[in-house]
């Protein structure tokens, strides 16, 4: 970071400027084939493994436009209360880059399949309209990657290898206006969005919207203007932003960024620029182009998509329960305070707490392994709550553990701990650490003779009649089993020994 790029402090910005956001996000559709051919689109396959000369962009291959992808664009605009085109065509989008393989990328420019919508978003109660100005459908690229060196960017590699597998795959770009008047909520509220938009997309079923996987993708635009200025400020582009922590930390740090350069008296360089999960900063990449820069011009090889209101209607009656009325409806029927929802909906863990419940779990029960002991391990290893490889069914599955007496919540933790670490499902782990409670009665009746005979002063006063003292020697036993004892059976042991 330059001396001209020095952060401003977050107060000190909000003082001298209003932000304004865009968010450009990019979905990578769940159809079983890619948008222009046939070639599979399973994730993780051997590179270069599900290609063909369409999708490598060979001489003479046609493109076919992909059906369900088009349902999916649809459903999703509509979710997005946008306007469905009546007519609408792809275009050629033209640059170099080694993933492209084509030179040009299939895209919508001018004619979106959706446009004109809006999503809802709360923000520490407050609600913040969120107009989306378009979602249009496009492929994706293929991925490079940059061996040798440090980073894993290209500059410093020894070479590059390219995978041309993703090369082709559906996406939906959705893209909102300027979104304003956030004040300091701004980086919490381009959070929201991008959590409440994955939300969305899962419960239409037309992609996993994995982020550690690449399903989902945020490019974060931000500028800032003078206090009270109705004209916008330069913005840059942040692109690739993968995580939803990460969107709330790259929004924080170019508003502070920006501030600096414009109070040091420079201005600030239309860019896209690159985000560090690491060191939570970003760099430059490349000066941003235009649109004129790509040189669109409407795609000669495919006809355009015209769908029909009938088409329309019969997709917007397969839409999911609007998120706003799913979260007051579930609110009440889990019981949540406002403030238990809240916290929960910004963790970002409505939607596992959502799963766990439809597991068998109870909405408390949910609700406090996932915004307790997962919150606090994701916050630990600087991931999403969503990445950390703890699914609903393992969450549940653990509590029934609880509920019929297997595990306690100590014992319970430790069970996370071999989740996390990969050795297997709940019960396996518990098998192979020994976790389970001990329920032999020969074991406990001598673990308790064992804390009686340490503690005979303890063991005197329940004699008495002071049965409160019992506690000294339930911890002595627990110990002794190493916290895998029923503390209740403990202590009505000793009781029945002693009283």
């Known amino acids: 970071m330059s001396a001209a790029e020095k952060l401003v402090p977050l107060d000190d910005v909000l003082a001298a400027f209003d932000p304004a956001l865009g968010l450009e996000v990019h979905v990578e559709l769940n159809t079983a084939t890619k948008m222009f051919c046939g070639c599979p689109t399973e994730f993780g396959a051997e590179p270069n493994t599900q290609v063909c000369p369409t999708c490598l ?51 919508q420019y001018d004619e979106p399949i959706a446009f004109e919508g809006w999503m809802d978003v709360e923000v520490d109660g407050e609600t913040f309209r969120v107009e989306i100005e378009r979602a249009h459908m496009e492929e994706d690229t293929g991925k490079s990657l940059h061996v040798g060196g440090s980073t894993g960017r290209i500059h410093g590699a020894d070479y590059s290898l390219v995978d041309y597998n993703r090369a082709g795959i559906p996406l939906i770009e959705i893209v909102t206006k300027p979104i304003t008047g956030m004040g300091e909520k701004a980086p919490a509220v381009a959070r929201a969005y991008v959590q409440q938009l994955r939300e969305l997309i899962v419960a239409l079923g037309v992609s996993e919207a994995r982020m550690d996987q690449g399903n989902l993708r945020a490019d974060v635009n931000l500028s800032l203007a003078p206090k009270g200025s109705e004209v916008l400020g330069t913005r840059t582009e942040t692109k690739n932003v993968n995580s939803f922590r990460s969107v709330e930390r790259a929004v924080r740090y170019e508003m502070q960024r920006h501030a600096g350069i414009l109070q040091a008296g420079g201005s600030i360089l239309q860019e896209t620029r690159h985000w560090h999960e690491d ?18 011009f409407p795609e000669p090889d495919l006809v355009p998509v015209a769908p029909s209101r009938e088409w329309v209607e019969e997709l917007r009656a397969t839409l999911p329960e609007n998120p706003t009325q799913k979260r007051a409806r579930l609110q009440t029927a889990w019981g949540f305070t406002d403030l238990e929802m809240r916290d929960t909906v910004g963790a970002g863990a409505f939607g596992l707490v959502e799963e766990t419940v439809a597991a068998g779990c109870t909405p408390q029960a949910a609700r406090k392994w996932w915004l307790g002991e997962m919150a ?23 509590q029934a553990l609880v509920d019929e007496g297997s595990l306690n919540d100590k014992l319970a933790r430790q069970v996370f701990d071999g989740l996390l670490a990969g050795e297997g499902s709940p019960d396996e782990v518990v098998a192979a650490r020994g976790l ?3 329920s032999d009665e020969g074991a406990l009746g001598a673990a308790v003779d064992n804390a009686i005979a340490a503690n005979p002063d303890v063991a005197q006063k329940i004699r008495d009649g002071k049965v409160a003292a019992a506690g000294a020697l339930i911890g002595a036993v627990m110990k002794e089993m190493r916290g895998q004892a029923d503390a209740g059976r403990v202590r009505e042991l000793i009781v029945e020994k002693l009283a």
């Open 57 to 107: 962009g060979l001489p003479g291959a046609m493109p076919a436009v992909n059906r369900v992808a088009v349902e999916s664009a649809m459903r999703i605009g509509l979710a997005l209360h946008c306007e469905i085109a009546e007519w609408c065509r792809f275009a050629r989008k033209n640059y170099f880059y080694p993933d492209m393989p084509k030179n040009f990328q299939t895209s």
């Open 279 to 296: 060191t939570g900063v970003t760099t430059s990449g490349r000066e941003k182009s235009d649109a004129d820069d790509y040189r669109y």
């Open 376 to 398: 606090r391990r994701a916050n630990d290893s600087g991931a999403d709550i969503t990445d950390l490889g703890v699914s609903p069914l393992d969450v549940a599955r653990v």
């Open 436 to 438: 389970a409670i001990v």
